[in-house]
Every structure is written in C-alpha cells, then in structure tokens.
C-alpha cells in the first residue's frame, strides 16, 4: 500500500514564526511530491512541488525533500493568520496522487 | 476560463439511489481525476483518465463508474448508493501529470441516508 503520513496536528504558530510541516511516504518509486492549501469548506490549491532532492523555494515558502528518508517538509517563513488552512502532502506513484490526511495550522496573531 | 465546475454542489440520496456527477473542464488538459474526502481525511483517488476513451481505477473504485467521451467531460456514475459513500467529491485536471499543478472543482457534498 503506498501510504503517505503526516502529522495532523492541531499546530499552531505566532504570527511571524516560521511553520514547519512533515510528511513521510512508503513508496521508493514516488516521483513528485506536492503541497497543497485547504481552506475549511474549499477545495485544495497547489502551494508547490518537488521532484529532486533538496531545497526548493517560493516566496515564503519552502519545500524540502530528502529521498533516502523518504521525508517530505514545508516551512512557511513569517506566517500570517490567512496561513491558518489544512496543509495536504501528495505522492505522485504510477499516475496516481496518494494524499496524507492533512496537518490543520492555525496562526494566532 | 471557467476552470473545473461540477454539478450538483450538494445531493441527499436515500439507499439505493443512483446518480451522476458532473465534472467539466475547459482548459483542454489531458488528465482528470476523481477524488473523494471524507471528514477530517485526505483525499482518496477514485477513477483517473488520461485522455478521452480512457480511464482506470484509482485506490477506491468500488461502487463508482465513470466514462471520459470528451476532452471536457469526465462524470462520475454512482450505482445503489450506500452510506459510506457520503462524502464530498472533488474532481481534478491537470495538462500533463508528474510535474503539473491539479485543478480542483468546488466540490459536491453528498449524503445518502
């Protein structure tokens, strides 16, 4: 089964800190990894993706993969109250999306 | 572009019922998904299809059917509903698919009773 964790939280953060999001998966053969935002209500937008190990960057926020742990983090730099969302990581495997079950964050301002 | 939309937004069906979502793109991608979220859960692949004419399973086809006859269209066909597949139902599209960002329709919440 290809599985895909992450931590569900509750997390929550001051305003301005930084946010740190984790996600393993179980599938060496995964390809891409994917961030998403989900508001309470709303469908999911794409925050970001990597595919290559190491660091990538997009404003606020980056995405970190490191394959030979099989480990999958979003930081989120000075965090803001409109961050307060559930954050979905997402496995690409074999022309399937395997999701985890989401970490709820909450900035507090 | 009115990007993905899907019809109904919400749906009660009694036990037994059958009915089809409606799932539309109009930004040509190739690739579109069905994917179902149940409370507090991430999202579980149903169907996918990779082009018109073709589909195939996802992690939870049991219970669903779709069809892909256009570019645009991808429905998701629900036969004898049951209660554990009340659920809200998103669909996706993407152009490509290892490396391209998924478009989500709003969602139809579905409860059978």
């Known amino acids: 089964q290809k599985e895909v964790e992450q931590n569900s939280g509750p997390l929550s953060v001051p305003e301005g800190a930084i946010a740190s999001l984790n996600c393993t998966y179980s599938d060496r053969g995964s390809q891409s990894f994917f961030w998403y935002r989900q508001y309470s209500g709303k469908s999911p937008e794409l925050i970001m993706f990597?595919?290559?190990?190491g660091d990538k960057e997009d404003g606020r926020f980056t995405a970190q993969l490191n394959k030979a742990s099989q480990y999958v983090s979003l930081l989120i730099r000075d965090s803001q109250p409109s961050d307060s969302a559930t954050y979905l990581c997402?496995?690409?495997?074999?022309?399937?999306?395997?999701f985890g079950t989401g970490t709820s964050l909450t900035v507090i301002p | 572009n009115a990007g993905v939309t899907q019809t109904p937004k919400f749906r009660i069906l009694k036990i037994g019922q059958s009915m089809t979502l409606q799932c539309t793109q109009d930004?040509?991608?190739?690739?579109m998904y069905w994917y179902r979220q149940d409370p507090g859960m991430g999202l579980k692949l149903i169907y996918y299809s990779v082009g018109a004419g073709i589909t195939d399973k996802g992690e939870v086809p049991n219970g669903y059917n779709v069809s892909r006859s256009t570019t645009e269209d991808f429905p998701l066909r629900l036969e004898l509903a049951a209660p554990s597949q009340t659920s809200v139902y998103f669909c996706?599209?993407?152009?490509?698919?290892?490396?391209?960002?998924?478009?989500f329709g709003p969602g139809t919440r579905l409860t059978v009773t």
């Open positions: 997402a496995a690409y495997t074999g022309n399937q999306f395997y």
């Open positions: 930004m040509n991608h190739n690739y």
């Open positions: 990597i595919y290559s190990n």
């Open positions: 996706a599209s993407s152009y490509v698919s290892r490396e391209d960002e998924q478009y």
